[in-house]
């Protein structure tokens, strides 16, 4: 019932991780073969390894999480190495340089099923979102495809954006992306450079950044919705949704927005690996109240009033 396609790679379930939750190493991307997600995605990973920033540099409570990890990960050899039995393997690729990013893309191995490029980490010191700068978007996306360009048809070219807030912006981008080899488009990331505190004891709750991060959790859900039907309208991608996946009920509005899988941070951050059986169970059984037999009875079909 929840099986879906992502570009021409099938998968047999249409929840999965969001990068950056428990999938740095080996015991966690195992853990996530062996469990319900409908794919395997990886940390977003760099050349060479890194530790990341202090810590603590991740809170949340019921409403919203704040993260500023760093980008801590074992380095690429290790995530373009590891091999997933049971399902498509996917990488998270976040180069420190753009150099670092066509490194990686030239060197990647014939059994990864797709990559997820990041444009939109916010949490390295000095370092602007990609996404955010168009003519730096338009040059990565034109060099990573002519790269990826020998690639079989059922490879997944994905991208990873920021959230947009402006007209302008997502007409902007969006032709960009329809100029490109991308085949996939994850909407969100995170909110970039949020700011949660404490009033008790007056303070942030994160130390990196002077507690900035990336806000997650349910109460960006209106954004990522916002930008999944966006790209869903104007490019030809799959759209896959992430941001305030909670319940069955927030994936049916990602996949009615457009989204042909949905992915999950803050709440397999809470819940482990048991999140995916949790959401699949409640989608599927609104999906029964409303006699959908399948994601595509609904994919993308949001009404207007
Ligand atoms: C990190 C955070 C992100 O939102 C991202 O896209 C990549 C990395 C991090 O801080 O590790």
Redesign the pocket.
């Known amino acids: 019932m929840l099986v879906s396609k992502i570009n021409n790679t099938d998968i047999n379930y249409c929840i999965y991780n969001a ?2 939750v428990r999938c740095s190493t080996k015991n966690e991307l195992n853990k996530l073969n062996i469990s319900k997600s409908g794919i395997v995605l990886s ?2 990973c760099t050349i060479n390894s890194r530790q ?2 202090s810590l603590p ?1 991740y809170w949340d409570n019921n409403l919203l999480s704040i ?7 074992l380095g690429f050899d290790f995530y373009n190495e590891y091999k997933c039995i049971n399902k498509p393997y996917f990488i ?1 690729l ?1 180069g420190m340089k753009y150099d670092d990013n066509f490194y990686m893309l030239n060197n990647l191995n014939n059994h990864i099923n797709g990559i997820e490029l ?1 444009l ?5 010191k000095g370092h602007s979102q990609t996404g955010y700068d168009f003519n730096q978007t338009e040059n990565f996306l034109r060099k990573a495809s002519e790269i990826l360009d020998d690639k079989k048809s059922d490879f997944v070219f994905g991208i ?1 954006l920021p959230p947009y807030f402006d007209e302008h912006h997502f007409n902007k981008i969006a032709e960009i992306i329809n100029n490109s080899k991308v085949n996939s488009i994850t909407c969100i ?2 909110l ?1 450079n949020g700011l949660v505190i404490d009033s008790e004891s007056e303070s942030c709750l994160i130390k990196p950044k002077n507690g900035f ?2 806000i997650g959790g349910s109460v960006i859900k209106p954004i990522a919705l916002a930008n999944v039907h966006k790209f869903y309208s104007l490019t030809k991608c799959s759209i896959i949704g992430c941001g305030g996946i909670k319940t069955g009920n927030d994936a049916f509005q990602h996949i009615l927005c457009g989204a042909s899988a949905v992915q999950v941070g803050t709440t397999f951050y809470q819940e482990d690996t048991e999140c995916f059986n949790r959401i699949g169970d409640e989608l599927k059984e609104i999906m029964i109240n409303k006699n959908y037999k399948t994601i595509d009875n609904f994919k993308g079909n949001l009404k207007y009033l």
């Open positions: 990068s950056g940390k977003s990341g920033n540099r993260n500023s990890s760093g980008l801590p990960n998270s976040s990041n939109s980490c916010p949490n390295i990873k990331n995170s970039g991060g990336g």
